[in-house]
């Protein structure tokens, strides 16, 4: 093994360990901290992780399941069991990564250059979001669901290729586990699997292993998680409701953001004229491919193969610059070679600076200037709302005046009257929304805001103190007999009359 990758390797779980330490994640977490903490509570049998309803969630997962399993049995907070997968997501994605770039590339000294690459070759604004593991990104999204599958797509990528020399039928196994995990712990992710397998039955071809046994493999993958007790998983077929705004990111300035990577373009085509199947050339057209189909039919949850395309480029681009690294030993690097390197190395530091916002997150706090320490975009939500411990009971209503309100209530205790992002499963989604803003509303009538009350269970309304909606709102509730149980220079309590 090539030991940059253990030292580079290192460095990132330090890097990653600190952030986790300092509790920087992105708003996505808290509902990942809700999810794990009703499955503490009730490993068995969970309810809605944020709202009072009958309806599953799509989070509980193989992944989470086994979160709120050990968090039950040794008796830790989700958001410490979330930590811990944070760090174990990092080392599996480490590992599944460099054996990827092996089989791809049978070069030894390509993983290294891969992981620099997909670390810090970035352009303007780089993608904070799960599947993506720039220095920009991979602390906020270590303790997801999206991290653990990709690192158990990229090892059921290599069984897959050791199954296509090999033919041994064990590996077909974890291609089957690899593939069932996938589309229940992120099932975004799935397609891109799904065709990147295809991608490798089709390479290998050449050999003596018949492609009908993966392809076999991954269809009984894909319908095993019809048995997954926790939620139906056909329900999330042709759901439009997950994150479907978010993931129009995907088709936003995508130039600006990876120009650098479009330098493995280069070993690609190479690659591709010399054998029409190279698998790199398979799984780039493959992915672009499943990309623009996003763009046509306007479903940009396929806009989550960029991901994918961003690995392959970082993979295709370590193969060519480990391939020149090994051949300079034995002659001298040429003109266009030097000027390269130099413009690589432009890139990576170009890459670093962008990167700052998710770097200045992995510096120890103590390290920090108090006046950085104490900015706003540091504090950790769980810290500033940590007063509805106590005050709120674990499946009391609170109505957030503020989605970002919304997104962290559940993940400290409680329930929310709307979903803060719109998942599957929940029918009256909308109609929740529509009686969250009534609520919210000083000029919805006592009658009215009662009904809603009654209805939702709703028995906090949480406000902002500088917010002059808010302030009306107040004045409205008071009056009606609601009372402040907290009151600081930023957020009030109130606790509504009881319903009846």
């Keep these: 093994m090539d030991r940059r990758y253990v030292w580079l390797s290192v460095v990132v779980l330090l890097l990653v360990g600190s952030q986790t330490l ?32 009958d309806a599953t969630h799509p989070g509980f997962s193989p992944y989470t399941v086994v979160l709120g399993g050990l968090g039950n049995l040794v008796g830790a907070d989700a958001v410490t069991i979330l930590s811990w997968a944070a760090m174990a997501n990092v080392v599996l994605l480490l590992l599944a990564f460099r054996l990827l770039v092996i089989e791809v590339t049978g070069n030894p000294r390509a993983p290294f250059w891969a992981l620099v690459f997909l670390l810090a070759l970035w352009g303007f604004e780089p993608y904070r979001y799960s599947g993506f ?4 990104s991979i602390g906020f999204v270590a303790p997801y669901p999206s991290t653990f599958a990709s690192a158990a797509g990229f090892a ?26 996938v589309v229940l712990v992120h099932p975004l992710s799935a397609p891109w699997l799904v065709l990147a397998l295809g991608a490798v039955a089709i390479s290998s071809r050449r050999e003596a292993r018949p492609p009908l046994w993966l392809g076999a493999a991954v ?24 994150l479907e705004a978010l993931n129009r990111s995907m088709y936003a300035s995508v130039v600006m953001r990876i120009f650098p990577m ?51 480029l970082a993979i295709a681009l370590a193969d060519g610059v480990a391939t020149i690294e090994t051949s300079r030993h034995r002659r001298e690097a040429s003109t266009r070679t030097r000027v390269g390197a130099v413009v690589l190395a432009g890139l990576l530091l170009l890459g670093l600076v962008t990167a700052r916002g998710g770097l200045i997150r992995m510096v120890p706090n103590r390290l920090l200037p108090e006046s950085i320490r104490q900015s706003d975009e540091l504090i950790r939500p769980d810290e500033r709302y940590a ?25 400290i205790t409680g329930r929310t009257l709307a979903l803060a992002v719109p998942r599957p499963f929940v029918d009256d989604a909308d109609e929740r929304k529509r009686a969250e803003a009534e609520l919210l509303d000083a ?5 009215r805001r009662g009904e809603i009350q009654a209805r939702y269970r709703v028995r906090f309304v949480l406000l902002h103190v500088d917010a002059l ?18 009151d600081d220079d930023e957020l009030v309590l109130i606790e509504l009359p009881p319903f009846t």
């Design 219 to 242: 269809a009984l993958g894909v319908g095993g998680c019809l048995l997954w007790p926790y939620f139906p998983i056909l329900g999330l077929v042709g759901d439009s409701t997950d």
């Design 156 to 181: 059921t990528l290599v069984a897959a290729l050791r199954y296509g020399r090999s033919g041994s039928r064990r590996l077909l196994l974890l291609v089957t586990l690899g593939t069932a995990l």
């Design 469 to 486: 909606d808010d302030q009306a709102l107040r004045g409205v509730l008071e009056g009606d007999g609601a009372s402040a149980v907290y």
């Design 443 to 447: 000029r919805t009538t006592a009658a």
């Design 387 to 411: 007063f509805l411990v106590g005050a709120v009971g674990p499946t009391e209503v609170v109505v957030g005046s503020q989605p970002a309100d919304n997104r962290v209530i559940p993940a």
């Design 262 to 312: 479009l330098l493995g373009l280069v070993v690609i085509v190479r690659r591709s004229r010399t054998d029409p199947r190279d698998l790199l050339g398979l799984w780039l057209g493959g992915s672009l491919g499943l990309y623009v189909l996003g763009a046509v039919t306007d479903n940009s949850s396929f806009g989550r193969s960029l991901a994918f395309v961003v690995v392959v």
């Design 22 to 53: 300092n509790g920087q994640w992105s708003t996505d977490m808290w509902e990942h901290v809700a999810v794990v903490r009703e499955l503490i509570a009730h490993p068995f049998d969970p309810v809605h992780p944020q709202i009072l309803s």
């Design 133 to 136: 593991f720039g220095l920009n």
